[in-house]
């Protein structure tokens, strides 16, 4: 079960019962201190904010989450299905979820409407950017394989978690991208289809062996909620951008510490 602590300075979620070892987030709007339209907690680099804000917006958050913001790696997110093993710090371009092994470093994807995933298993954890075409071509599955490999566990040992992203309720499609998904994807009640990606993605995992009692779904829609979250569709494009964020942490004494 996942939770949103609201009474925090930069709240974000979390989840309530943390696999030891492991820091796992999706962050909110708020907590930060960019100005509209990015008001407040832009994470974003690809937007028209002022980049002295994003910075300053990523490490206030990395702190209060206990993570070091010089060990962050991040990817490109090119609404592919490719997965990298990451090892340190720095710029993936061309890939949509990184893995990793090593304590101490951050992995981070960008999101403001997409899927972000966040998956750990015993000692693995990865982060996963899913869009309408990256959920179609097995994202979701992809990177728990990758998952699966690295930790040399099968999937029913994994944790999966769906962040604030656009739901049935407000995910307006064409029939060319609703056909595409099963029909429990889609909402069929108005005059246009609507796509629920985080239905995609719960159906895709659990056809590939993740139990349904390790599927975390914060339910957050971020075109409803414009209190809490940015929306590109809702805001036209002009708007920031929110984290899903996975780390393992470093055990106390096991070196290379301080
Ligand atoms: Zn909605």
Request: glycine letters at 10%; charged letters at 20%.
């Amino acid at each position: 079960m996942w939770i949103l602590d609201d009474s925090a300075a930069t709240p974000f979620w979390r989840p309530r019962t943390p696999r030891p070892g492991t820091v796992l987030l999706f962050t909110t709007r708020r907590g930060g201190t960019s100005r509209a339209p990015y008001d407040t907690l832009n994470l974003g680099r690809s937007t028209e904010d002022d980049p002295a804000f994003v910075l300053a917006n990523r490490e206030r958050l990395l702190l209060a989450a206990g993570l070091d913001p010089a060990r962050l790696a991040t990817a490109g997110q090119v609404h592919g299905t490719r997965v990298v093993e990451v090892e340190g710090p720095g710029h993936h371009a061309d890939c949509d979820a990184l893995v990793t092994r090593v304590p101490g470093v951050t992995l981070a994807v960008t999101t403001a409407d997409c899927m972000s995933l966040l998956y750990s298993a015993p000692g693995v954890v990865a982060a996963c950017h899913s869009g309408w075409r990256g959920t179609v071509d097995g994202m979701p599955a992809a990177t728990l394989e990758a998952v699966c490999r690295l930790a040399g566990c099968a999937p029913d040992a994994v944790h999966v978690a769906i962040g604030p992203a656009i739901r049935g309720c407000c995910y307006e499609v064409g029939e060319e991208v609703a056909s595409r998904f099963p029909a429990a994807a889609v909402r069929r009640t108005g005059v246009k289809p609507h796509l629920d990606l985080p239905t995609a993605a719960r159906l895709a995992l659990e056809a590939a062996g993740v139990a349904p009692n390790a599927l975390h779904d914060t339910g957050a829609c971020t075109a409803c909620e414009a209190h809490h979250y940015f929306s590109h569709r809702r805001d036209h494009g002009l708007t920031g951008r929110h984290w899903g964020v996975a780390a393992l942490i470093e055990a106390p004494g096991a070196g290379g510490g301080e």
